[in-house]
């Protein structure tokens, strides 16, 4: 199966710092990913799509700003989290799914902790 | 707008028992499909099993089925001979099938323990 990574797996970082988040798929090109956001004993929010080669579209009440999205090739996707606060505290998942393919592969998400 | 509703937030069953966790959806999109995951405290996401709004039979994938009953809008995930290891949130969540590459969207999840 198709395989997607994401580094790091875990992060803490102050408040008031960025963090920068990669997602990569290992052994397919994917011109869209997906990224998630799951805060404790809650589920997925879809963030934003992003798409190779142009800007993210977020969803409502996402700050584009705040969680900047860059998908520089068709195998990388990042999500940089500027000045982050403690309530950005959370796990992010990105997703990616191969051309024509139904399956959505997801990594194995990030957990973000901002003192 | 697509929705999906699950209404268990948590659920027991005993070793060996079979077990169905609910799940509608609402969609005006005629083409769609019906996923459901796995996640445990690990925090990956396991798909299960995939069903198309056209398919004519329920999915099945080993110890998982599938109950799509298309005109009440549910897809039911139905697990059987439950084991320790099934103890784990599981999401059902929905595509719409249109042109462009459009997201999964998810339920709210139900925290399945398996009894001993």
Redesign the interface.
């Known amino acids: 199966g198709a395989v997607v990574s994401q580094h790091p797996s875990w992060v803490i970082c102050k408040s008031g710092t960025s963090v920068k988040i990669e997602c990569r798929s290992l052994d397919f090109q994917a ?2 990913m ?1 990224w998630y956001r ?1 805060f404790p004993k ?5 963030m934003a ?1 992003s ?1 190779e080669g142009s800007k993210a579209t977020y969803e409502q009440g996402v700050e584009k700003d705040k969680f900047l999205i860059n998908h520089a090739s068709l195998t990388l996707s990042t999500l940089t989290v500027t000045s982050a606060h403690p309530e950005d505290s959370s ?1 992010y ?1 990105c ?1 990616a ?1 191969k051309p024509r393919a ?5 990594g ?2 990030t ?1 973000l902790t901002v003192t | 707008a697509q929705k999906i509703t699950q209404t268990q937030p948590g659920m027991f069953v005993q070793e060996k028992e079979a077990v169905t966790l609910d799940c509608t959806y609402d969609t005006s999109d005629p083409s769609y499909g019906l996923f459901w995951y796995k996640q445990p405290s690990s925090g990956e996401m396991i798909f299960l099993i995939y069903q198309g709004s056209y398919d004519q039979q329920n999915a099945t994938e080993g110890r998982y089925s599938l109950n799509f009953q298309k005109a009440r809008k549910s897809a039911n995930l139905v697990i059987s001979a439950s084991q320790l290891g099934d103890s784990a949130m599981y999401f059902c969540a929905m595509r719409e099938l249109v042109e462009g590459n459009t997201p999964l969207v998810f339920g709210k999840g139900t925290r399945l323990s398996v009894i001993a």
């Open positions: 011109t869209t997906f799951q809650q589920s997925l929010m879809l799509t798409n796990f998942i997703s799914r139904r399956e959505q592969y997801f194995p998400g957990r």
